[in-house]
Protein backbone atom coordinates (compact mmCIF):
# COMPACT_ATOMS: atom_id res chain seq x y z
CA UNK A 1 0.00 0.00 0.00
CA UNK A 2 1.28 3.51 -0.83
CA UNK A 3 1.88 5.37 2.37
CA UNK A 4 1.08 9.10 0.81
CA UNK A 5 2.17 10.92 3.82
CA UNK A 6 5.51 9.68 3.66
CA UNK A 7 5.67 10.74 -0.41
CA UNK A 8 4.78 13.90 0.71
CA UNK A 9 7.29 14.17 3.80
CA UNK A 10 9.91 13.48 1.11
CA UNK A 11 9.10 15.42 -1.35
CA UNK A 12 8.85 18.61 0.46
CA UNK A 13 12.04 17.61 1.78
CA UNK A 14 13.85 17.78 -1.41
CA UNK A 15 15.67 20.92 -2.36
CA UNK A 16 13.28 23.78 -3.70
CA UNK A 17 14.65 24.27 -7.24
CA UNK A 18 14.32 20.34 -7.49
CA UNK A 19 10.18 21.04 -6.63
CA UNK A 20 9.78 23.96 -8.95
CA UNK A 21 11.32 21.99 -11.97
CA UNK A 22 8.27 20.12 -13.09
CA UNK A 23 6.71 23.83 -13.30
CA UNK A 24 9.22 24.97 -15.72
CA UNK A 25 8.96 21.73 -17.71
CA UNK A 26 5.34 21.67 -17.69
CA UNK A 27 4.84 25.29 -19.17
CA UNK A 28 8.55 24.54 -21.50
CA UNK A 29 7.88 21.22 -23.29
CA UNK A 30 4.00 22.76 -24.60
CA UNK A 31 5.63 25.27 -26.30
CA UNK A 32 7.99 23.46 -28.46
CA UNK A 33 4.33 21.49 -29.47
CA UNK A 34 3.59 22.82 -33.17
CA UNK A 35 -0.17 22.85 -32.37
CA UNK A 36 0.66 25.77 -29.48
CA UNK A 37 2.55 28.08 -31.67
CA UNK A 38 1.55 31.51 -31.92
CA UNK A 39 -1.29 30.68 -29.07
CA UNK A 40 0.15 32.20 -26.23
CA UNK A 41 0.20 35.49 -24.98
CA UNK A 42 0.65 38.90 -27.71
CA UNK A 43 0.74 41.84 -26.32
CA UNK A 44 1.32 44.70 -29.01
CA UNK A 45 -0.51 43.10 -32.24
CA UNK A 46 2.72 42.18 -34.67
CA UNK A 47 1.89 39.25 -37.06
CA UNK A 48 3.26 35.93 -35.96
CA UNK A 49 6.58 34.97 -37.15
CA UNK A 50 7.38 30.75 -37.67
CA UNK A 51 9.44 29.57 -34.91
CA UNK A 52 13.23 29.77 -35.21
CA UNK A 53 16.30 29.57 -33.51
CA UNK A 54 15.60 32.84 -31.29
CA UNK A 55 12.06 31.50 -30.61
CA UNK A 56 14.07 28.86 -28.85
CA UNK A 57 16.14 30.73 -26.86
CA UNK A 58 13.00 33.20 -26.09
CA UNK A 59 11.40 29.92 -24.70
CA UNK A 60 13.86 28.83 -22.63
CA UNK A 61 14.25 32.30 -21.47
CA UNK A 62 10.62 32.46 -20.19
CA UNK A 63 10.47 28.86 -18.97
CA UNK A 64 13.81 27.55 -17.36
CA UNK A 65 14.43 30.37 -14.72
CA UNK A 66 10.76 29.58 -13.20
CA UNK A 67 12.76 26.59 -11.45
CA UNK A 68 14.39 29.49 -9.12
CA UNK A 69 11.34 31.41 -9.04
CA UNK A 70 11.37 30.67 -5.28
CA UNK A 71 15.22 30.51 -4.65
CA UNK A 72 15.96 33.97 -6.43
CA UNK A 73 12.43 35.56 -7.56
CA UNK A 74 14.46 38.57 -8.82
CA UNK A 75 16.41 37.08 -10.83
CA UNK A 76 13.60 34.83 -12.47
CA UNK A 77 11.96 37.79 -13.26
CA UNK A 78 14.43 39.73 -14.94
CA UNK A 79 15.14 37.04 -16.81
CA UNK A 80 11.74 36.08 -18.14
CA UNK A 81 11.08 39.76 -18.72
CA UNK A 82 13.72 39.53 -20.97
CA UNK A 83 12.69 36.67 -23.02
CA UNK A 84 9.26 37.57 -22.91
CA UNK A 85 10.53 41.16 -24.45
CA UNK A 86 12.35 39.10 -27.23
CA UNK A 87 9.12 36.66 -28.05
CA UNK A 88 6.84 39.80 -28.08
CA UNK A 89 9.25 41.93 -29.81
CA UNK A 90 9.95 39.28 -32.87
CA UNK A 91 6.30 38.14 -32.66
CA UNK A 92 6.51 34.72 -31.69
CA UNK A 93 3.51 34.89 -29.37
CA UNK A 94 4.47 31.54 -27.60
CA UNK A 95 3.00 29.73 -25.02
CA UNK A 96 5.85 30.36 -22.73
CA UNK A 97 4.93 33.41 -22.63
CA UNK A 98 2.81 33.01 -19.35
CA UNK A 99 6.01 32.49 -17.95
CA UNK A 100 5.89 36.21 -17.45
CA UNK A 101 3.01 35.81 -15.08
CA UNK A 102 4.48 32.85 -13.07
CA UNK A 103 7.79 35.23 -12.44
CA UNK A 104 5.42 37.96 -11.54
CA UNK A 105 3.54 35.98 -8.63
CA UNK A 106 6.55 33.95 -7.34
CA UNK A 107 8.13 37.17 -6.94
CA UNK A 108 5.49 38.64 -5.14
CA UNK A 109 4.85 35.90 -2.83
CA UNK A 110 8.66 35.08 -2.50
CA UNK A 111 11.07 38.28 -2.87
CA UNK A 112 11.81 39.78 0.81
CA UNK A 113 13.82 42.71 0.24
CA UNK A 114 13.96 45.35 -2.37
CA UNK A 115 10.54 44.93 -3.24
CA UNK A 116 9.21 48.73 -4.26
CA UNK A 117 12.56 48.62 -6.53
CA UNK A 118 12.26 45.38 -8.00
CA UNK A 119 8.63 46.86 -9.07
CA UNK A 120 10.06 50.13 -9.90
CA UNK A 121 12.81 48.00 -12.16
CA UNK A 122 10.27 46.00 -13.88
CA UNK A 123 7.50 49.33 -15.03
CA UNK A 124 11.12 51.30 -16.20
CA UNK A 125 11.91 47.72 -18.28
CA UNK A 126 8.31 47.33 -19.60
CA UNK A 127 8.08 51.14 -20.53
CA UNK A 128 10.47 50.71 -23.44
CA UNK A 129 9.09 47.57 -24.39
CA UNK A 130 5.78 48.91 -24.64
CA UNK A 131 6.88 52.16 -26.51
CA UNK A 132 8.91 49.86 -29.12
CA UNK A 133 5.99 47.41 -29.78
CA UNK A 134 3.75 50.58 -29.90
CA UNK A 135 5.78 51.73 -32.88
CA UNK A 136 6.07 48.28 -34.46
CA UNK A 137 2.31 47.18 -34.28
CA UNK A 138 -1.29 48.59 -34.78
CA UNK A 139 -2.18 48.68 -31.35
CA UNK A 140 -3.29 52.05 -29.16
CA UNK A 141 -2.07 52.66 -25.44
CA UNK A 142 -4.52 51.35 -23.68
CA UNK A 143 -4.08 47.63 -24.47
CA UNK A 144 -0.20 48.55 -23.42
CA UNK A 145 -1.82 50.24 -20.15
CA UNK A 146 -4.08 47.21 -19.54
CA UNK A 147 -1.50 44.60 -19.86
CA UNK A 148 0.64 46.90 -16.72
CA UNK A 149 -2.30 46.94 -14.97
CA UNK A 150 -3.06 42.71 -15.34
CA UNK A 151 1.06 42.41 -13.88
CA UNK A 152 0.29 44.80 -11.36
CA UNK A 153 -2.97 42.41 -10.32
CA UNK A 154 -0.62 39.03 -10.40
CA UNK A 155 2.18 41.27 -8.27
CA UNK A 156 -0.71 41.97 -5.55
CA UNK A 157 -1.66 38.38 -5.73
CA UNK A 158 1.62 37.46 -4.90
CA UNK A 159 2.13 39.81 -2.69
CA UNK A 160 -1.13 39.03 -0.49
CA UNK A 161 -0.05 35.40 -0.71
CA UNK A 162 3.23 36.46 0.96
CA UNK A 163 1.29 38.52 3.64
CA UNK A 164 -0.77 35.12 4.51
CA UNK A 165 2.16 33.03 4.70
CA UNK A 166 4.13 35.19 7.16
CA UNK A 167 0.78 35.94 9.03
CA UNK A 168 0.21 32.20 9.44
CA UNK A 169 3.65 31.79 10.62
CA UNK A 170 3.67 34.09 13.22
CA UNK A 171 0.49 32.62 14.24
CA UNK A 172 2.23 28.84 14.30
CA UNK A 173 5.37 30.58 16.67
CA UNK A 174 2.98 32.36 18.71
CA UNK A 175 1.34 28.76 19.43
CA UNK A 176 4.47 26.85 19.91
CA UNK A 177 5.68 29.76 21.93
CA UNK A 178 2.49 29.49 23.85
CA UNK A 179 2.39 25.50 24.35
CA UNK A 180 6.31 25.84 25.52
CA UNK A 181 5.00 28.79 28.17
CA UNK A 182 2.36 26.13 29.17
CA UNK A 183 4.78 22.89 29.52
CA UNK A 184 7.18 24.73 31.35
CA UNK A 185 4.22 26.01 34.15
CA UNK A 186 3.33 22.70 33.98
CA UNK A 187 6.64 20.89 34.98
CA UNK A 188 7.34 24.17 37.68
CA UNK A 189 4.21 23.12 38.92
CA UNK A 190 5.01 19.49 39.29
CA UNK A 191 8.56 20.47 40.67
CA UNK A 192 6.99 22.40 42.66
CA UNK A 193 4.55 20.06 44.52
CA UNK A 194 7.32 17.20 44.45
CA UNK A 195 10.41 19.37 45.59
CA UNK A 196 7.92 21.26 48.48
CA UNK A 197 6.35 18.32 49.66
CA UNK A 198 9.38 15.98 49.76
CA UNK A 199 11.65 18.04 51.62
CA UNK A 200 9.45 19.53 53.62
CA UNK A 201 8.82 15.87 55.09
CA UNK A 202 12.98 15.18 55.02
CA UNK A 203 13.43 18.53 56.80
CA UNK A 204 10.51 17.60 59.58
CA UNK A 205 11.84 13.98 59.99
CA UNK A 206 15.28 15.15 60.47
CA UNK A 207 14.57 17.69 63.04
CA UNK A 208 12.57 14.34 64.92
CA UNK A 209 15.90 12.30 64.71
CA UNK A 210 17.96 14.52 66.93
CA UNK A 211 15.57 14.04 69.87
CA UNK A 212 15.75 10.46 69.52
CA UNK A 213 19.24 9.71 70.03
CA UNK A 214 18.61 8.14 73.07
CA UNK A 215 16.47 5.84 71.62
CA UNK A 216 18.14 4.08 68.78
CA UNK A 217 15.10 1.99 67.25
CA UNK A 218 13.01 4.87 67.09
CA UNK A 219 16.16 6.71 65.75
CA UNK A 220 16.79 4.20 62.97
CA UNK A 221 13.10 4.15 62.25
CA UNK A 222 12.64 8.36 61.87
CA UNK A 223 16.28 7.67 59.40
CA UNK A 224 14.87 5.18 57.46
CA UNK A 225 11.79 7.38 57.03
CA UNK A 226 14.10 9.99 56.19
CA UNK A 227 15.73 7.76 53.35
CA UNK A 228 12.52 6.52 52.08
CA UNK A 229 11.47 10.05 51.63
CA UNK A 230 14.78 10.87 49.92
CA UNK A 231 14.75 8.01 47.35
CA UNK A 232 10.73 8.86 46.55
CA UNK A 233 11.76 12.24 45.48
CA UNK A 234 15.03 11.27 43.38
CA UNK A 235 12.47 9.09 41.62
CA UNK A 236 9.73 11.52 40.90
CA UNK A 237 12.59 14.15 39.83
CA UNK A 238 14.21 11.64 37.34
CA UNK A 239 10.65 11.71 35.97
CA UNK A 240 9.97 15.08 35.49
CA UNK A 241 13.72 15.53 33.58
CA UNK A 242 12.33 12.52 31.46
CA UNK A 243 9.77 14.57 30.32
CA UNK A 244 11.97 17.69 29.71
CA UNK A 245 13.80 15.20 27.04
CA UNK A 246 12.77 15.13 23.39
CA UNK A 247 13.27 11.97 22.90
CA UNK A 248 11.16 10.62 25.51
CA UNK A 249 8.06 9.37 24.74
CA UNK A 250 6.32 7.98 27.98
CA UNK A 251 3.70 5.09 27.04
CA UNK A 252 0.48 4.63 29.40
CA UNK A 253 0.56 4.74 32.95
CA UNK A 254 4.58 5.69 32.77
CA UNK A 255 3.26 8.99 31.38
CA UNK A 256 1.77 10.25 34.41
CA UNK A 257 2.51 11.08 37.66
CA UNK A 258 1.61 9.07 40.84
CA UNK A 259 -2.54 8.69 40.59
CA UNK A 260 -5.01 8.60 43.53
CA UNK A 261 -4.25 4.86 44.11
CA UNK A 262 -1.22 5.84 45.85
CA UNK A 263 -3.06 8.19 48.26
CA UNK A 264 -2.39 5.97 50.69
CA UNK A 265 1.57 5.85 50.29
CA UNK A 266 1.23 9.26 50.69
CA UNK A 267 -0.97 9.50 53.86
CA UNK A 268 2.31 7.07 55.63
CA UNK A 269 4.97 9.11 54.31
CA UNK A 270 3.36 11.79 56.17
CA UNK A 271 2.71 10.08 59.44
CA UNK A 272 6.03 9.39 59.31
CA UNK A 273 7.15 12.57 59.42
CA UNK A 274 5.21 12.76 62.43
CA UNK A 275 1.99 14.45 61.84
CA UNK A 276 -1.09 12.34 62.63
CA UNK A 277 -3.52 11.78 59.33
CA UNK A 278 -6.87 10.23 59.33
CA UNK A 279 -7.41 9.32 55.79
CA UNK A 280 -10.65 8.10 53.99
CA UNK A 281 -11.54 6.83 50.82
CA UNK A 282 -15.23 6.22 49.39
CA UNK A 283 -16.53 5.33 46.35
CA UNK A 284 -15.54 3.83 42.84
CA UNK A 285 -13.29 5.77 40.86
CA UNK A 286 -14.27 6.19 37.36
CA UNK A 287 -12.94 4.35 34.23
CA UNK A 288 -11.69 7.06 32.37
CA UNK A 289 -10.94 9.57 34.96
CA UNK A 290 -8.32 11.88 32.34
CA UNK A 291 -6.44 13.97 34.68
CA UNK A 292 -8.55 14.34 37.63
CA UNK A 293 -6.71 11.24 39.53
CA UNK A 294 -3.19 13.65 38.75
CA UNK A 295 -4.81 16.89 40.06
CA UNK A 296 -6.86 15.38 43.15
CA UNK A 297 -2.84 13.75 44.08
CA UNK A 298 -1.81 17.21 43.78
CA UNK A 299 -3.99 18.72 46.09
CA UNK A 300 -3.69 16.33 48.79
CA UNK A 301 0.36 16.26 48.43
CA UNK A 302 0.07 20.08 48.34
CA UNK A 303 -2.44 20.23 51.33
CA UNK A 304 -0.30 17.61 53.57
CA UNK A 305 2.53 19.00 52.99
CA UNK A 306 1.19 23.02 54.60
CA UNK A 307 -0.04 20.90 57.28
CA UNK A 308 3.11 19.65 58.05
CA UNK A 309 4.72 23.39 58.02
CA UNK A 310 2.11 25.37 59.66
CA UNK A 311 0.14 22.82 61.80
CA UNK A 312 2.92 20.10 62.72
CA UNK A 313 1.28 17.37 64.98
CA UNK A 314 -2.04 18.74 64.63
CA UNK A 315 -4.28 16.37 63.90
CA UNK A 316 -5.17 16.53 59.75
CA UNK A 317 -7.95 14.45 58.00
CA UNK A 318 -7.82 13.39 53.96
CA UNK A 319 -11.17 13.02 52.59
CA UNK A 320 -11.58 11.25 48.66
CA UNK A 321 -14.92 10.51 47.41
CA UNK A 322 -15.16 8.96 44.17
CA UNK A 323 -18.57 9.01 41.92
CA UNK A 324 -19.34 8.45 38.23
CA UNK A 325 -18.76 12.31 37.36
CA UNK A 326 -16.54 13.61 39.75
CA UNK A 327 -13.18 13.28 42.39
CA UNK A 328 -14.01 14.96 45.85
CA UNK A 329 -11.11 15.75 47.71
CA UNK A 330 -11.02 17.25 51.22
CA UNK A 331 -8.11 17.59 53.62
CA UNK A 332 -8.26 19.90 56.62
CA UNK A 333 -6.29 20.48 60.14
CA UNK A 334 -8.31 21.52 63.31
CA UNK A 335 -5.92 24.23 64.27
CA UNK A 336 -4.16 21.79 67.50
CA UNK A 337 -0.94 21.89 65.93
CA UNK A 338 2.36 23.50 66.64
CA UNK A 339 1.10 26.50 64.92
CA UNK A 340 -2.32 27.27 63.72
CA UNK A 341 -1.37 30.07 61.04
CA UNK A 342 -2.66 29.91 57.52
CA UNK A 343 -0.55 28.49 54.96
CA UNK A 344 1.64 31.20 53.78
CA UNK A 345 4.96 31.51 52.07
CA UNK A 346 4.54 32.39 48.47
CA UNK A 347 1.42 31.03 47.64
CA UNK A 348 2.46 29.20 44.35
CA UNK A 349 1.03 25.76 45.72
CA UNK A 350 -2.02 26.70 46.48
CA UNK A 351 -2.28 28.89 43.62
CA UNK A 352 -1.16 26.47 41.28
CA UNK A 353 -3.78 24.42 42.59
CA UNK A 354 -6.62 26.71 42.03
CA UNK A 355 -5.48 26.61 38.13
CA UNK A 356 -5.28 23.06 37.77
CA UNK A 357 -8.62 22.61 38.70
CA UNK A 358 -10.13 25.45 36.94
CA UNK A 359 -8.77 24.19 33.57
CA UNK A 360 -10.78 21.53 34.45
CA UNK A 361 -13.94 22.90 35.23
CA UNK A 362 -14.13 22.41 39.12
CA UNK A 363 -14.14 24.01 42.18
CA UNK A 364 -11.16 24.70 44.45
CA UNK A 365 -11.60 26.34 48.18
CA UNK A 366 -8.61 27.07 50.83
CA UNK A 367 -9.69 28.89 54.14
CA UNK A 368 -9.01 28.98 58.06
CA UNK A 369 -11.73 27.19 59.40
CA UNK A 370 -13.87 28.84 61.99
CA UNK A 371 -12.91 27.13 65.03
CA UNK A 372 -9.25 27.16 63.93
CA UNK A 373 -7.11 24.92 61.53
CA UNK A 374 -7.54 24.72 57.69
CA UNK A 375 -9.66 23.34 55.20
CA UNK A 376 -8.92 22.87 51.86
CA UNK A 377 -10.99 21.43 49.23
CA UNK A 378 -11.84 20.70 45.43
CA UNK A 379 -14.21 19.32 43.32
CA UNK A 380 -12.56 17.74 40.23
CA UNK A 381 -14.65 16.39 37.16
CA UNK A 382 -13.90 13.25 35.81
CA UNK A 383 -12.85 12.41 32.32
CA UNK A 384 -11.23 16.00 32.36
CA UNK A 385 -8.90 16.22 29.97
CA UNK A 386 -5.47 13.23 29.17
Not at 64 to 78: D, H, I, Q, S
Not at 110 to 118: I, K, N, P, V
Not at 163 to 171: W, Y
Amino acid sequence: MINHRRILERWRGLDVTIRDLPLALLLLIPSFVPAFHTHGTQVGGLPDRPFDVAAVVAVALQCLPLAVRRRWPAGCLAVVLLGFALDQLRGYHTLAGTGLSLALLSAGAHLEWHRRAAMLVFSATYAPLAVALFLLGPEGWDEFAGFYLACALVWGIGAWLRSTRRTEAERRRLVAEETRTVERTRIARELHDVVTHHVTAMVVQAEAARYLTAVPERLDQALTATTDTGRRALTDLRHLLDLLNPDHHPDGAEARTPPVGRLLTLVEQTRRAGQPVEFAEEGTPAESTGSADLVAYRVVQEALTNAIKYAHGGRTSVQVQHSAREITVEVGTDGSGASTASPGGSGRGLAGLRERVDVLGGDFTAAPRTGGGFLVRARIPARSGS
